[in-house]
């Protein structure tokens, strides 16, 4: 089995900052890409960022500046460094893998539980 757990999130002021990190454990072979999607109340969960683990990153354009999107392959951990944050970043954050975990096997896509992320005054 395979357990994706998110820390971080929390309460903070608009301009404020926050990290979330984001653990994998389990039997795991390898990981490909690790990644950041989010879900505002009443809206679709989205791409946020996502990082291979060649190290090439891609960010929603919402967030491209304030945060940034890394990984310690040795730990298969993944963070994001959340600056200058407004209320719209107000969402609960999921952590997103996709692994191997053997491997000839195939690639599996994870998800952590949700992390709460409110920007507010």
């Known amino acids: 089995q395979v357990q994706l757990v998110e820390s971080g999130g929390g309460l903070v002021q608009p301009g404020g900052s926050l990290r979330l990190s984001c653990t994998a454990s389990g039997s795991i072979f390898s990981i490909y890409a690790m990644g950041w999607y989010r879900q505002a109340p009443g809206k679709q969960r989205e791409l946020v960022a996502g990082?291979?683990?060649?190290?090439?990153?891609n960010y929603a354009d919402s967030v491209k500046g304030r945060f940034t999107i890394s990984r310690d392959n040795a730990k298969n951990t993944v963070y994001l460094q959340m600056n200058s944050l407004k209320s719209e970043d107000t969402a609960v954050y999921y952590c997103n893998a996709n692994l191997k975990r053997l491997a000839a096997g195939p690639n599996y896509t994870y998800w952590g539980q949700g992390t709460q992320v409110t920007v507010s005054l």
């Open positions: 990082i291979t683990s060649g190290g090439s990153i």
